[in-house]
């Protein structure tokens, strides 16, 4: 099984770098046709379509918890494809609800939240309703994509991803560079969404049909509506507490200061964010194995290995030399200020990689009300932070309180599953003592050791990841020649 959850992470990974490669290619390209400010627009119409955890209430991700753990429990596939095709009906019943509210919203988000006037107006309300259309579209692909990974199929999902990504810039490019009007580019993306849907539908029909005569259990409903319920609360709170420091500094300094506080937020979440694409994996292993505690413990043991191989080097490199890395990116004035935030910010990502696996584990459980209850814990102990850090050191302090918040956040995840979960007890408290060790370790490194020992430190953390990266490489190979070898 650890095999198989490898595999997987490294198809997810594989998806997600095609995809990065993609969107950066095709934004210089679209500033080119666009220009700065209908590019604005257009990665503003791509974050509506990254809140599909918002419009979807979570089901979603219920789906992949619910097909994972019932296939795991010896469920019929026909009883596990009535619920799913129900609930990717729901989903689109809740797109028909979301397209009225953005059709009608078009017009003030446009005037009060963009602040656009004249023919860029136009444009962008034009657009803006075109991708309202697409919404009922595009809940149901993410219906789909979900029960895809419940089933875990990422390969399949990773194989079709690389071209479809393709095509949701590639058609928008093509558009602006035939007609430099945001509206129609924006339409384009929108027309993409519907292709998402039939796709990932085909292939869902393909894999898990629904049978004549079996109806989806009351039960399995109300547990995905319960799971999705509260999840969508944790995808609420958790995007607030990720950008409410920034809206807070914009409130307080002036735009340039903010700058030295978003950029390099933004950046290090890009570079870091190839590890948690590959954690995604995990999570329905651990939903399909609930009654298997050894394999559970196997699976948290490998994730521990895993999270630090991938996530430490970058992290490691990005801290120690955040100054140099900024100067050369940007300019030596730009990298005074921003280091010291870049600095705590690495640190903090590192912890939030961490709270993947207890937070995963909770989740795989059905327990997305418990993670929800501790960011709900967390928002004003956050917000209090955020306060009194700006306060004291300025954007400096909005660092500090994010990646105190994120410890915090840690924590309490590591103590729930603790709690919880007795079977797992030594891999959680084994994996977390081995996670605070590297944390101290990243501390020691940044704020004690002279130049040249972080050189030295640096050198041999990247050392022995790659070493154990290898070996973890070839033992996956292994494991996969014996499971192939009659």
């Not at 309300?125 to 789909?144: K, N, Q």
């Not at 895809?148 to 071209?163: I, K, N, V």
């Not at 914009?250 to 700058?259: D, H, I, N």
């Amino acid at each position: 099984m650890s095999h198989k959850v490898a595999h997987n992470a490294l198809w997810n990974v594989g998806g997600q770098v095609v995809s990065l490669g993609v969107g950066l290619v095709a934004l210089p390209i679209l500033l080119h046709a666009l220009g700065a400010a209908r590019l604005g627009v257009f990665t503003l119409a791509l974050g509506l379509i990254g809140f599909s955890g918002l419009f979807d209430l979570g089901l979603s991700r219920a789906l992949t918890q619910t097909v994972s753990s019932s296939l795991g429990q010896g469920r019929s596939r026909g009883q596990v494809a009535a619920l799913v095709w129900r609930v990717i009906g729901m989903l689109a019943g809740f797109g028909m609800l979301w397209l009225v509210a953005l059709w009608w919203a078009a017009p003030f988000l446009v005037d009060r939240l963009f602040s656009l006037s004249g023919e860029m107006a136009r444009e962008t309300i034009f657009g803006l309703r075109a991708l309202a259309l697409s919404v009922p579209f595009a809940l149901a692909a993410t219906g789909a994509m979900g029960t895809l990974e419940g089933l875990q199929q990422f390969r399949l999902l990773s194989l079709w991803r690389m071209p479809m990504s393709v095509l949701q810039f590639g058609l928008p490019v093509l558009v602006a560079l035939i007609r430099p009007d945001i509206g129609w580019v924006i339409a384009a993306l929108a027309v993409t969404r519907v292709v998402w849907m039939l796709l990932w539908l085909t292939q869902l029909h393909r894999l898990l049909p629904r049978e004549p005569g079996v109806t989806s259990s009351r039960a399995d409903l109300r547990h995905a509506l319960h799971f999705g319920g509260w999840l969508s609360v944790s995808n609420l709170i958790g995007p607030l507490m990720v950008y409410a420091d920034r809206f807070y500094l914009a409130s307080v300094f002036p735009p340039a200061t903010v700058a030295y506080y978003t950029v390099p937020f933004d950046t290090a979440f890009r570079a870091t964010s190839l590890p948690q694409t590959a954690m995604n994996a995990l999570f329905p292993a651990l939903a399909e194995n609930q009654a298997r505690s050894e394999v559970s413990t196997r699976l948290l043991a490998l994730t521990h290995r895993v999270l630090i191989v991938l996530a430490l080097p970058p992290i490691v490199l990005t801290a120690v030399f955040a100054h140099s890395l900024l100067a050369h990116w940007l300019d030596t004035s730009f990298a005074v200020s921003a280091t010291p935030v870049l600095q705590l910010l690495m640190i903090g990502i590192f912890l939030n990689s961490a709270a993947r696996v207890p937070f995963t584990l909770l989740q795989a459980h059905g327990r997305a009300d418990l993670t929800a209850k501790l960011h709900l814990i967390e928002l004003p102990i956050f917000a209090a932070l955020l306060v009194a850090g700006v306060h004291a050191f300025g954007i400096t302090g909005a660092a500090l309180a994010w990646t105190l918040r994120v410890a915090l956040d840690t924590t309490l995840l590591y103590l729930a599953a603790w709690m919880l979960h007795r079977p797992q007890r030594v891999a959680l408290a084994s994996g977390a003592s081995l996670l605070g060790m590297v944390t101290a370790a990243l501390l020691v490194a940044v704020y004690v050791l002279s130049a040249s020992a972080q050189w030295a430190f640096t050198g041999v953390i990247v050392l022995v990841c790659a070493v154990f990266a290898l070996r973890l490489i070839h033992r996956e190979r292994d494991g996969t020649r014996k499971a192939t070898t009659p």
